[in-house]
């Protein structure tokens, strides 16, 4: 497995990966998959500032993860979402965990303190590879969204990436691979 900084040149296969989360299940709140175009204008707007990350098995990428911004106001810039998606019938082989992994570590290496993860409830899978990972529930909201015919609830999570301390400059836009 290779974990490695996506390019655009990897929409086509993360437009592909991401497809059934949003037609198939209530992962994904969208009710229309974006085309590759759209999902290129996403990464290359996540790109300018964090990381979005892929895993390649064999020379196919088997899944994607990356950081937005958790909000835009100020004060909110040392926090981040992240999200991870997997080829259908690649779960539990390491490859989120990997993922997640060198994602945390290059939000540190940023600047970045906290973690945040929105989980479309019930979804036991995303639950238990987040709290492995050390994110604890903050809330729910419930009946946040309508797909599929039915109400559905979005749970936290959330992580500290660092101890807390007062920064010293904002998080830097910087990538680098450890």
Not at 13 to 33: G, H, K, N, Q, W
Not at 42 to 61: F, N
Not at 77 to 82: A, L
Not at 163 to 175: D, F, M
Request: proline residues 5%; hydrophobic residues 40%.
């Amino acid at each position: 497995m290779d974990i490695r900084l996506a390019t655009l040149e990897d929409a086509p296969a993360i437009t592909t990966i991401y497809r059934p989360y949003v037609e198939d299940s209530i992962v994904s709140f969208e009710l229309e998959a974006p085309t590759e175009a759209t999902m290129r204008e996403r990464m290359g707007k996540v790109q300018a500032k964090l990381p979005w990350l892929v895993c390649e098995q064999d020379g196919a990428v088997a899944g994607y993860a990356y950081a937005s911004s958790h909000h835009d106001r100020a004060a909110y810039q040392w926090s981040v979402d992240v999200s991870v998606y997997l080829r259908q019938g690649q779960q539990r082989r390491g490859f989120g965990r990997a993922l997640y992994t060198e994602l945390f570590a290059l939000l540190v290496q940023q600047g970045y303190y906290t973690a945040y993860a929105g989980i479309s409830l019930p979804n036991a899978a995303s639950v238990g590879l987040h709290e492995s990972f050390g994110f604890e529930p903050v809330g729910v909201y419930r009946n946040a969204g309508f797909k599929s015919g039915a109400w559905h609830d979005v749970g936290w999570w959330q992580r500290p990436l660092r101890n807390y301390q007062v920064p010293g400059s904002a998080p830097s836009q910087r990538l680098s691979r450890t």
